[in-house]
């Protein structure tokens, strides 16, 4: 992410995991033609790759929510996904944090005792 400039957002961790792990062929096949263009990773171009490859199933989830649900469990529900959204962006707030110290040549332990204050 870092080399291509790409934000630090949760959205996008999870689509560079993605493409790392390789388990979206059609996913990495899209960011390989963006990065063989050298056209960047501006935030509409990752806007429209997360909301093609990771928003489908989030709707399908959505649409087969019970009707049945009351609005106090659909309220916990959603308050809930907000602290996940929140803690995600934290984490890749860390996981930045942590390899821009790895670049500036601290040690693992090092980082590790930082992160713990």
Same mark, same amino acid.
């Given at each position: 992410?870092?080399?291509?400039?790409? @934000?630090?957002?949760? %959205?996008?961790?999870?689509?560079?995991?993605?493409?790392?792990? #390789?388990? !979206?062929? %059609?996913?990495?096949?899209?960011?390989? &033609?963006?990065?063989?263009?050298?056209?960047?990773?501006?935030?509409?171009?990752? !806007?429209?790759?997360?909301?093609?490859?990771?928003?489908?199933? $989030?709707?399908? @989830?959505?649409?087969?929510?019970?009707?049945?649900?009351?609005?106090?469990?659909?309220?916990?529900?959603?308050?809930?996904? &907000?602290?996940?959204?929140?803690?995600? #962006?934290?984490? #890749? $707030?860390?996981?930045?944090?942590?390899?821009?110290?790895?670049? $500036?040549?601290?040690?693992?332990?090092?980082?590790?005792? $930082?992160? %713990? &204050?």
């Amino acid at each position: 992410m870092r080399a291509h400039t790409v @934000a630090a957002t949760g %959205a996008n961790y999870e689509v560079w995991l993605s493409y790392r792990l #390789g388990r !979206n062929p %059609a996913l990495r096949e899209v960011i390989d &033609k963006r990065v063989a263009s050298k056209e960047g990773f501006d935030s509409e171009f990752n !806007n429209e790759i997360y909301e093609r490859f990771f928003t489908a199933t $989030r709707a399908s @989830a959505e649409w087969s929510w019970p009707a049945s649900a009351s609005p106090a469990i659909s309220a916990r529900v959603i308050a809930f996904l &907000k602290s996940a959204e929140e803690k995600s #962006g934290d984490y #890749g $707030r860390t996981l930045e944090t942590a390899a821009t110290d790895l670049g $500036r040549g601290l040690a693992p332990d090092q980082i590790a005792n $930082r992160s %713990a &204050k």
